[in-house]
């Protein structure tokens, strides 16, 4: 079925009917690689295939509920990610690792990568001009590139969002009426943007900077008006 893994797979199986499944999750992961002393990443395939082999030579035939109920306890009470709590585990004599708080090993992670993106303000009357992305967020609306080197070379909104391995810079200029591009642009009223998809933290910027540009106009009348 789509969205069933091969863990909430076997955790049906084995909690719902006490079929003779293993299961690995992050607590039995743990578990597993120390007992077996497995030198591979458990984030790499050959790791998570390696786990799933030594938890069905474990699985007991008969009544695996119970087990792997217990084994998923070990992991997170005694087994645990740091400092584990060697003296009172159960099964320390089967253990094959020296220094248990070595593992699990994982794969190195690549470093944040920092990139700047940006975007401009463009209104008219009580319309956003906004722009169909074509590459991350395909098929979502954005606040468009800029036409121009910004007159202002502030901006007037900065957001820092993590994406994959990448720390992003987003900055918004203001940028005055320009020629669009029909293909991928389009002026949508104020009133209708909430309705249309767009990745958060464009629509993050997007808010701010209206409930900005709406607040600062009521200001405005307010202060002609008296």
């Known amino acids: 079925l789509p969205g069933i893994g091969k863990y909430t797979a076997h955790a049906v199986a084995s909690f719902a009917v006490n079929q003779s499944v293993p299961i690995v999750e992050a607590n039995t992961a743990r578990v597993l690689a120390r007992l077996f002393n497995l030198r591979e990443p458990i984030d790499s395939d050959l790791g998570r295939k390696r786990l799933w082999q030594h ?10 509920r119970t087990y792997n109920s217990a084994l998923i306890d070990l992991g997170a009470l005694v087994c645990v ?6 003296g009172i585990c159960s099964v320390k004599k089967f253990c094959r690792t020296k220094n248990p708080g ?9 470093a944040m990568e920092r990139l ?8 008219r009357a009580d319309s956003i001009l906004l722009e169909k992305a074509d590459s991350r967020w395909r098929g979502m609306w954005i606040l468009p590139r800029p036409q121009a080197k910004p007159v ?21 200029y203001v940028e005055h ?10 002026w949508i009223r104020v009133d209708s943007v909430d309705s249309i998809p767009m990745p958060s933290p464009h629509r993050k ?18 202060s002609s008006g008296s």
């Open 55 to 64: 938890a069905a030579v474990l699985v007991p035939k008969s009544n695996s």
């Open 81 to 86: 990610p740091r400092e584990p709590k060697c």
């Open 102 to 110: 070595t593992l699990p090993i994982k794969k190195m992670r690549p």
């Open 116 to 123: 700047t993106e940006n975007h401009a303000l463009t209104m």
């Open 152 to 172: 202002n070379p502030q901006p007037i909104y900065k957001l820092v969002f993590p994406f994959t391995n990448h720390r992003v810079e987003l900055k918004v």
């Open 177 to 186: 009426w320009r020629k669009i591009d029909k293909r991928s642009q389009c």
């Open 205 to 222: 910027a997007m808010r701010h900077l209206l409930s900005e540009a709406t607040g600062g106009r009521s200001r405005r009348q307010q």
